[in-house]
T-cell receptor
Framework: AQKITQTQPGMFVQEKEAVTLDCTYDTSDQSYGLFWYKQPSSGEMIFLIYQGSYDEQNATEGRYSLNFQKARKSTNLVISASQLGDSAMYFCAYFMNTGFQKLVFGTGTRLLVSP | SAVISQKPSRDICQRGTSLTIQCQVDSQVTMMFWYRQQPGQSLTLIATANQGSEATYESGFVIDKFPISRPNLTFSTLTVSNMSPEDSSIYLC?????????FGPGTRLLVL
């Protein structure tokens, strides 16, 4: 079974600075996808960004970008210009391209943005 | 993008009772997923619900405890049966889409 590891239980960053959240995965699959979700205290899961294993470029969505290193099996989320509203739990999730489309989640990183 | 609603948004229940959670999607989807998030934990997949067939349960989850219905391509229910305090969690439904997966707002369940 795939294992998703987020080694940072908590991260602190000052407003307007950039922060990197780490995620590594263990798989022998060749075709897969990686998601990042944000979960504020309300509990909803907000999709942020997706990276496919065959994508040639690192994914970027606004202030969110991925540092995808396939050989190292890591996909780190970079949030630029942090805002107070970025304070939340962040989950990395793995998706195997077999058609079953279920997600395996990491343990999450709690990000706190200070003024 | 898919818009997903869940009912109820939260509930407080007594142990030994059952609660049915509804998930409604604004478009037709083949697959729907039900996840559980225990307090302070990550999300764990309970089961995959396909229309017209029985749900497929993940290891550690059984149909008697978490019966699921999928009567059509836009709706599903998850029942948490014979509840105990350990069932206190957020329950979320989700649907896949191209290069993403959308989640409902979740149902916060507290079992006393």
């Amino acid at each position: 079974a795939q294992k998703i590891t987020q080694t940072q239980p908590g991260m602190f960053v000052q407003e307007k600075e950039a922060v990197t959240l780490d995620c590594t995965y263990d798989t022998s699959d060749q075709s897969y996808g990686l998601f990042w979700y944000k979960q504020p205290s309300s509990g909803e899961m907000i999709f942020l960004i997706y990276q496919g294993s065959y994508d040639e470029q690192n994914a970027t969505e606004g202030r969110y970008s991925l540092n995808f290193q396939k050989a190292r099996k890591s996909t780190n989320l970079v949030i630029s210009a942090s805002q107070l509203g970025d304070s939340a739990m962040y989950f990395c999730a793995y998706f195997m391209n077999t058609g079953f489309q279920k997600l395996v989640f990491g343990t999450g990183t709690r990000l706190l943005v200070s003024p | 993008s898919a818009v997903i609603s869940q009912k109820p948004s939260r509930d407080i229940c007594q142990r030994g009772t059952s609660l049915t959670i509804q998930c409604q999607v604004d478009s037709q989807v083949t697959m729907m997923f039900w996840y559980r998030q225990q307090p302070g934990q990550s999300l764990t997949l309970i089961a995959t619900a396909n229309q017209g067939s029985e749900a497929t349960y993940e290891s550690g989850f059984v149909i008697d405890k978490f019966p699921i219905s999928r009567p059509n391509l836009t709706f599903s229910t998850l029942t948490v049966s014979n509840m105990s305090p350990e069932d206190s969690s957020i329950y979320l439904c989700s649907v896949p889409s191209r290069r993403t997966q959308y989640f409902g707002p979740g149902t916060r369940l507290l079992v006393l």
